[in-house]
């Protein structure tokens, strides 16, 4: 095994040529903009049949993208399987495997990729979004103390110090650095500053870049709605959607521009992180020498008063989260049709366990007329990510509905032979016996002639220093016991 080959998947697959075996005929050149490489070949669009994955650095737009490309998907009548940072790359293999007929649409940050994606060269379509690193630092700045880590070690009052510092800002933007206040967050325990993350993202996006057709969308393109130049990629019409009211993503949402970090930066700001990310920031086509806007008030519904409105309403809503999933979960948890509108939203980005709740709500009829159809699709759904609850409900419907339709029993009989491979379940009794029948057959092979020979010879190739003598004796014994005279 090379060198190469016995590296991580994401680590190999930044060594790999600029190569793509796979061409589609028509293919035609493209070239990737801000990046001074060479022109590369990419196949044309597919809509309805090509896999689109959007990988990106945090703060860089790949949940507003996502939902654009998940909403012109929708727009034009592709039915598309859309899945909002998976956890883990079995999920996208299973639906690979278990709903090979329909386009998938995965999105994920950079810093998970490895473990939740399969292969990114497994996708027709490969985005990657870009955004200023000077800018990322502002939006990072302002989104600690938001975070999970954050929401569950820090308290108020450490927050409070810190939308304090925010204020003075505000007030004077002079009076305070960014580099100071990335400092103080460390201190106050909301988290340090990004820069080793950020530059492990830098490497990774351009590697990705280079070797493997990533198709970038710049941020700030993105938000002034230019997409035209994706549009021609995907094969589909791509508009900028708003995610301000979502359940799931409204509270990413802040200011909606870029260049911001002109307001927030003093000039020795500019200078200490031009030095940090001048390769990168030259790389993607960012100009060093930039002018700051002095004397522009920083807006405080984009700044403190955003921390403030957010950090008590996510430390809520993940206090929910934290006792409903410590507690029994029933149907009738879901109280009101916004509940399961909600609950439909994750079911729809991938949460398998999210799909097989919304089936048994569907299911109870409490909300409204019993509907074995819905609950049906959302069973099926969840185990074609290859939740085991979802392929047993799955089960259970198909075989409830009386049908006797082949197709339908083709289907169930799949799904029984998906539950037998991945859950056989022997009882105990019978993995005992099976057990001990193995540990005599090996004992047994233990006491052959052939199995000590093999074991002589064996020492033998590991060792050229180790006599062959034993060996040969042994199996001169053998030879002679089976041919007597």
Not at 29 to 42: A, D, E, F, I, K
Request: a positive charge; glycine letters at 8%; aromatic letters at 6%.
């Amino acid at each position: 095994m090379s060198r190469i080959e016995r590296l991580p998947y994401f680590s190999r697959a930044l060594a790999l040529p600029r190569v793509l075996a796979d061409r589609r005929p028509g293919s035609r050149p493209r070239q990737l903009r801000g990046q001074g490489s060479l022109p590369v070949s990419v196949p044309p669009p597919n809509p309805g049949k090509d896999h689109i994955v959007i990988v990106g650095a945090s703060k860089t737009g790949t949940t507003g993208l996502y939902a654009s490309v998940k909403a012109a998907l929708v727009a034009a009548g592709i039915a598309a399987r859309t899945m909002f940072e998976p956890r883990h790359a079995f999920r996208v293999d299973n639906i690979f495997r278990l709903a090979p007929g329909q386009p998938v649409l995965v999105k994920r940050t950079l810093d998970g990729l490895e473990g939740a994606v399969p292969d990114p060269l497994a996708f027709d379509r490969r985005i990657i979004t870009v955004r200023d690193p000077r800018d990322v630092l502002v939006s990072t700045l302002l989104f600690r103390p938001l975070t999970k880590r954050a929401l569950e070690r820090v308290g108020e009052a450490e927050v409070e110090q810190f939308i304090a510092a925010l204020e003075q800002k505000e007030a004077d933007p002079a009076s305070i650095s960014v580099r100071e206040l990335f400092e103080l967050t460390e201190t106050l325990g909301i988290g340090g500053p990004p820069y080793k993350q950020m530059m492990w993202d830098l490497t990774a996006q351009q590697g990705l870049m280079r070797e493997q057709e990533f198709h970038p969308v710049r941020y700030e393109r993105f938000i002034a709605g230019d997409l035209a130049d994706l549009a021609d990629y995907l094969g589909v019409a791509v508009t900028t959607v708003s995610n301000t009211e979502s359940a799931m993503f409204g509270h990413i949402v802040r200011s909606k521009s870029s260049g911001a970090f002109r307001q927030w930066f003093r000039p020795d700001d500019l200078t200490y992180y031009n030095d940090l990310f001048r390769t990168h920031l030259t790389e993607l086509g960012y100009p060093l020498d930039v002018e700051l806007e002095t004397g522009v008030r920083i807006d405080p519904a984009e700044s403190s008063e955003y921390i403030r409105t957010h950090f008590a309403e996510r430390r809520g809503k993940l206090a929910t989260v934290e006792r409903v999933a410590r507690s029994a979960w029933s149907p009738t948890d879901v109280t009101t049709l916004e509940d399961l509108q909600n609950l439909m939203s994750f079911a729809a980005d991938g949460d398998g366990e999210a799909c097989v709740r919304v089936a048994k709500v569907a299911l109870s009829g409490h909300l409204r007329e019993r509907d074995e159809a819905m609950a049906l699709r959302w069973a099926r759904a969840a185990a074609q990510l290859g939740v085991g609850s979802g392929v047993r409900l799955t089960i259970s419907l198909l075989t409830e509905s009386g049908s006797t339709d082949p197709a339908v029993h083709r289907e169930l009989r799949a799904w029984i032979s998906e539950l037998r491979l991945r859950d056989p379940k022997p009882n105990d009794q019978d993995l005992t016996s099976r057990l001990r029948r193995a540990e005599a057959e090996l004992k047994q092979i233990k006491r052959s002639g052939g199995y000590r020979v093999g074991a002589q010879l064996a020492a033998v190739a590991r060792d050229p220093r180790h006599r062959a003598a034993p060996a040969v004796k042994e199996l001169a014994r053998i030879w002679r016991g089976r041919h007597r005279r």
